[in-house]
């Protein structure tokens, strides 16, 4: 953290205080955060903000971003896809796109005129990506969009959603590409709002491509069949983000139940006057502070760019599962009132278990660092 970190932190502080926390029971009834959130953030410069200035951003880097993630969790908010918008899909564009990709597109999301999401996971392929069926087939100066897909962050409100296809369907990662598609093409169309039991006030929804076409410039990259080494590329940073979000979680849940345990009665004194509450809470503390000195490590080596693929599968592992596992010893300190949904830790409970499956499964976590294991000497 530095002086320019604090201000920001501050800003957003404030900013989700006045825009979000106020309206987060609204948003889980709606299945969605209000459209004109995206607009609001924009204005304020908390959009795509470790986006170079030439292109609309706030010319900062992942810790800035960081900040912005942690302030979400600290208002108790699991609703607005933000980190996706600006953390993902908008680097996908800055990695990889053309200089007209990068210029149309991003100043629109950093205003919050448009609104990204990216397209993976279908109703037969979830972690294995090869598989995936939707296909871009060429056609001419376009290609032509058939296929599903199903749990898209942000799909009910995406003007523009970066599409994992097939443009080759013989092959399996060497056929895969990314298309940008925006929304408004003919075509397109997407289900309704996804019930889920958790983050219920974020647009979760399926999306459904009827050759839908669109130009062969609105390919992502030089060439067809790039779209598998683009996607690994970018997962160690998908996967720190979901990082920074559940250790932010942690401390946010142990400065909730610690106000709790302190003002909840029984048996004529406070909870926290009981050991097995003091006790608890001890290794809430202590796993809580490993997460967070593991995650700042890996920030460090992400900003130098040299956070791998193996420890980004570890953060994730460590900090999600752990997450989980905090949430519900405090739930369990709360009683009765932590298995109702107005108070913050059981929607921090039901919100932190898809931590442990998207952006890759905690069982596929372990696959990938299983790999990298030295075999005895």
């Known amino acids: 953290m530095d002086t320019e970190l604090d201000d920001l932190r501050d800003m957003a502080k404030t900013f989700f205080e006045k825009e979000v926390t106020p309206n987060v029971m609204r948003y ?53 896809g933000a980190s996706l918008h600006t953390g993902i899909v908008a680097h996908y564009l800055l990695a990889y796109g ?30 294995d990506l090869q598989s995936v069926k939707a296909r871009a087939i060429r056609d001419g100066d376009e290609y032509v969009i058939n296929g599903s897909k199903i749990f898209i962050t942000n799909g009910g409100q995406a003007d523009m959603v970066l599409t994992v296809v097939k443009t080759n369907p013989e092959e399996a990662a060497a056929g895969i590409s990314l298309v940008i598609v925006p929304t408004d093409t003919p075509g397109f169309a997407r289900g309704k709002n996804l019930n889920k039991i958790g983050m219920k006030g974020q647009d979760t929804s399926e999306l459904f491509y009827d050759n839908v076409r669109v130009p062969v410039s609105n390919l992502l990259g030089a060439e067809e069949g790039q779209g598998f080494v683009q996607l690994m590329h970018q997962l160690p940073q998908e996967r720190l983000i ?30 926290w006057g009981f050991q097995n509450t003091k006790h608890r809470m001890a290794e809430v503390a202590t796993d809580m502070r490993v997460a967070r000195s593991f995650l700042d490590e890996c920030i460090g080596l992400h900003l130098k760019g040299e956070l791998d693929i193996p420890t980004a599968a570890m953060v994730k592992l460590h900090c999600s599962e752990k997450a989980q596992q905090i949430a519900d010893k405090c739930l369990q300190l709360h009683g009765g009132y932590g298995y109702m949904e107005e108070y913050p830790v059981a929607r921090a409970w039901a919100d932190l278990r898809v931590s442990q499956i998207y952006a890759g499964t905690s069982e596929i976590m372990k696959e990938i660092i299983s790999r990298t294991l030295p075999a005895p000497s």
């Open 28 to 80: 889980i009834e709606n299945k969605q955060v209000d459209r004109d959130l995206w607009n609001k953030a924009g204005d304020q410069g908390l959009l795509c903000i470790d986006v170079p200035e030439e292109y609309g951003g706030g010319g900062g880097n992942f810790a800035h971003e960081a900040v912005l993630i942690e302030e979400q969790a600290y208002a108790g908010d699991s609703s607005w």
């Open 98 to 127: 053309t200089e007209e990709q990068k210029t149309y597109w991003l100043p629109k999301m950093a205003s919050g005129e448009v609104v990204g999401a990216i397209a993976m996971t279908e109703p037969g392929t979830g972690s």
């Open 242 to 271: 979901v990082a920074v979000s559940n250790v932010a979680a942690m401390e946010a849940i142990f400065e909730e139940t610690m106000r709790y345990v302190h003002g909840r009665q029984a048996f004529g004194r406070s909870i």
